[in-house]
């Protein structure tokens, strides 16, 4: 009898979760709804979070809809004098936009629904989306960082994430069919965590689910994201990772390995008995990518140490050696504690940063600029000397047989391009994109920015001169091609026609940004804008186009060559 009435407990404790994880993502649906649309509350008249905490607790399994309704409006004014609002924008990005949860909602009054459709009908409209985004504070942590927060918070931050998706990500269509399932279930699993890593490690999936890059680096902001990245030892290697290995690249900590058989050039295929095909789909879950080579391409950086799948201290790795042959090896890592490993493991990073901002190259041939490193062409030139400096650059340049934008990095200088490079080889008109901005008369909409205006697709210049250039012009991108490194690679596509984009898949997240605060220290950070060829091709999560994709083996990376640079020297003769 105990054990029938044990079990009926849990099947009710079961039954009593999963009613409020449903209630509760009602109440997130409305209380978004309401905090974007709302006059009260997208003014900023009634603070939105407060209202959710003042109102949170009053749900509970029994709530329907109506009362959840009721309970988040009764405080509001619901009298909208006026005529409704007019959006008369065209060609509006709307495909987020989708009202079926209360619209389609049999269990919604006709009262409520039609208090809903006056609300949208009636919604706020704000002087400027970017005025917001950029007054924005930042959440601030009120709660100890081992505290695990109150319920109500973490209710409130899963709800800012699902509104966040909603109404301000314009990229929602392009998440996984199953991100509403997912999301819910995760809710349950906030609403019944017991520690501030378990809702850490809830919201690094959350983030995750987006596969967006600017949202990559949410991890860092994580309490303890040591703990849950597996981030507490550092290898006495470097590596790369591939879909299945990570090959060795560089011994950083020798005495470490002296009693192993490990070497520059093997690969390493499992790691305390997980495959790292298996190791990569984890990490995926847990971090913010646009594309499965971006992901790739920011867990082989050594600095993060995000590819582990545990903390242990000593780790047994299953290698294949570069004869073929396989071998097991424990392998001690480091903690920073031994304060000479860190002084080594620093100069090391430190080395490899160096190396990679002195590389260029250097042939007679070629007209070379590398866009994190486009800045110092004008050190030490006056500002009014600065349009005739540039001028005398591109003029030398004009006269190569080739000239090369690496875009392997971020624009150091906005103005480069943008301004530069249009003002001395474009035509006048430079319609390269497609910029879809938040549509202020209409949150979870996008409206594309007219050509018209200065300052997105090309500066204003009077008396503007052409200097065409019929010589080769190779664009050179990969991973690190993020954000306004797309956007300008797009805009040197289109100022070169002839021009051959080489390399690997980019970031595939082009655009502004968004800072939503959160709560408890917690900002998410994501993709803002829409952004598109002309022709309306996509290049969130894809990236942008490239003629000629190169691939890196594992010889290649070890021997430390540039396949692009060999293949540009290749098209020159």
Not at 364 to 381: E, G, P, S
Not at 447 to 463: L, Q, V
Not at 500 to 508: H, N, P, R
Request: net charge neutral; with cysteine; charged share 25%.
């Amino acid at each position: 009898m105990k054990k029938l009435n044990l079990f009926f407990f849990l099947i009710m404790a079961f039954s009593l979760a999963y009613g409020q994880k449903d209630q509760y993502n009602f109440y997130f649906k409305t209380w978004n709804f309401l905090k974007y649309y709302h006059p009260d509350l997208a003014s900023g008249k009634t603070d939105p979070d407060s209202l959710f905490l003042a109102t949170i607790e009053k749900m509970n399994d029994q709530s329907d809809a109506d009362f959840v309704i009721r309970v988040l409006t009764e405080k509001l004014n619901n009298q909208f004098p006026g005529a409704p609002v007019k959006d008369e924008a065209k060609d509006v990005l709307s495909v987020n936009q989708n009202f079926n949860w209360y619209q389609r909602n049999k269990s919604i009054s006709a009262e409520h629904k039609t208090l809903l459709d006056n609300i949208y009908g009636h919604r706020f409209i704000a002087s400027s989306t970017k005025k917001d985004q950029q007054e924005a504070d930042k959440s601030k942590n009120q709660f100890p960082k081992d505290q695990n927060l109150p319920l109500p918070y973490r209710l409130l931050i899963m709800a800012k994430f699902q509104g966040s998706i909603d109404y301000l990500y314009p990229h929602k269509y392009l998440m996984g069919k199953d991100s509403d399932s997912y999301f819910l279930e995760l809710l349950n699993k906030a609403i019944k965590c017991t520690s501030r890593k378990d809702f850490e490690i809830i919201l690094a999936k959350a983030a995750a689910k987006m596969e967006d890059t600017h949202a990559f680096k949410f991890y860092d902001q994580l309490q303890y994201k040591n703990e849950i990245y597996h981030r507490l030892y550092y290898p006495p290697f470097d590596y790369v990772v591939f879909d299945d290995h990570l090959l060795v690249t560089r011994i950083v900590l020798p005495e470490k390995i002296s009693k192993s058989h490990i070497r520059i050039g093997d690969k390493i295929t499992e790691i305390n008995g997980k495959s790292i095909r298996q190791i990569v789909k984890e990490k995926q879950e847990l971090i913010s990518a646009s594309n499965k080579e971006t992901l790739l391409y920011m867990i082989s950086d050594y600095q993060k140490n995000l590819i582990w799948p545990d903390n242990l201290a000593q780790k047994e790795l299953k290698i294949q050696s570069e004869d073929h042959k396989n071998h097991t090896e424990k392998v001690d890592f480091t903690d920073f504690k031994n304060k000479e490993d860190l002084a080594k493991v620093t100069e090391y990073i430190k080395e490899k940063f160096r190396k990679n901002d002195n590389y260029k190259m250097d042939h007679k041939d070629i007209a070379y600029f590398k866009i994190h490193d486009v800045i110092r062409l004008a050190d030490n030139i006056s500002d009014d000397q600065q349009d005739a400096h540039m001028e005398q650059i591109f003029k030398e340049a004009t006269s190569k047989k080739a000239i090369v934008f690496d875009m392997r990095g971020y624009p150091d200088w906005g103005g480069f391009v943008f301004h530069y490079v249009y003002k001395y080889f474009s035509p006048v008109e430079n319609h390269f994109g497609l910029y879809y901005e938040p549509n202020i008369k209409n949150r979870g909409t996008y409206t594309p920015i007219s050509y018209a205006i200065f300052g997105h697709y090309y500066p204003n210049i009077e008396n503007k001169k052409v200097h065409p250039y019929n010589g080769k012009v190779f664009i050179i991108v990969n991973p690190e091609t993020l954000s306004m490194s797309e956007w300008n690679t797009m805009n040197l596509q289109n100022v070169f026609p002839q021009a051959i984009t080489m390399g690997q898949k980019t970031a595939g997240a082009d655009g502004d940004i968004v800072t939503e605060p959160l709560a408890a220290g917690y900002n998410l950070v994501f993709t803002g804008n829409g952004i598109f060829y002309y022709d309306k091709t996509q290049t969130q999560k894809v990236g942008v186009k490239i003629n000629e994709v190169i691939r890196y083996k594992d010889e290649d990376i070890i021997q430390k060559r540039d396949l692009e640079l060999e293949r540009i020297l290749k098209a020159l003769k």
